[in-house]
T-cell receptor
Framework: DSGVTQTPKHLITATGQRVTLRCSPR?????VYWYQQSLDQGLQFLIQ???????AKGNILERFSAQQFPDLHSELNLSSLELGDSALYFC?????????????FGSGTRLTVV | AQRVTQPEKLLSVFKGAPVELKCNYS??????LFWYVQYSRQRLQLLLR??SRESIKGFTADLNKGETSFHLKKPFAQEEDSAMYYC??????????FGQGTILTVHP
């Protein structure tokens, strides 16, 4: 167990639907990062939060949004889902936004859009 | 702009053979680089950081600023080393930029 918890582990939903992925960072970590992993795109950075505030944005679609709550857990909301959104979504956390110690990753949520 | 390139998508070696996974980076600042490993689509695990100059599971990586490379090496590959390997570059605000990954297969 890495200490980063992601739920659910698997999610199957239909096109056009909306889902919420949840991430609880490792105890003491203030930064949360979301990544999308697909076979053709590799590991793509989506968004980062630090202590409740958005810190950096990557290749995140407008249909996607995220937030970090006061208890530091984060949620990634995916709406108007398309078949191409099927992927593994990883959350990672780190102690600060300037750490060079790397991330601790969660086990991911496997999203399948049918 | 920062970029990490792993030129080999697939790499196959036989057990006991040396292995080298290539990573090149582009970054204007002082680079901090990492290797992550992912077994069977599980979570990514930190393998090593260049600043610690450590050897994990027999793997080492040396930062070569002149060639802007951070290749991962192991003298004798084992079957359990079969996995996806990602090279990553630390940039601003803690963001890690990942390469496309290399799938290493070690044959018996």
């Amino acid at each position: 167990d890495s200490g980063v918890t992601q739920t659910p582990k698997h999610l199957i939903t239909a096109t056009g639907q909306r889902v919420t992925l949840r991430c609880s960072p490792r105890s003491g970590d203030l930064s949360v990062y979301w990544y999308q992993q697909s076979l053709d795109q590799g590991l793509q950075f989506l968004i980062q939060y630090y202590n409740g505030e958005e810190r950096a944005k990557g290749n995140i679609l407008e249909r996607f949004s995220a937030q970090q709550f006061p208890d530091l857990h984060s949620e990634l909301n995916l709406s108007s889902l398309e078949l191409g959104d099927s992927a593994l979504y990883f959350c990672a956390s780190s102690k600060s936004d300037s750490t060079s110690y790397g991330y601790t990753f969660g086990s991911g949520t496997r999203l399948t859009v049918v | 702009a920062q970029r990490v390139t792993q030129p080999e998508k697939l790499l196959s070696v036989f057990k006991g053979a040396p292995v080298e996974l290539k990573c090149n980076y582009s970054y204007s600042g002082s680079p901090e680089l990492f290797w992550y490993v992912q077994y069977s689509r599980q979570r990514l695990q930190l393998l090593l950081r260049h600043i610690s100059r450590e050897s994990i599971k027999g793997f080492t990586a040396d930062l070569n600023k002149g060639e802007t490379s951070f290749h991962l090496k192991k003298p004798f590959a084992q079957e359990e080393d079969s996995a996806m390997y990602y090279c990553a570059l630390f940039t601003s605000y803690g963001k890690l930029t990942f390469g496309q990954g290399t799938i290493l297969t070690v044959h018996p």
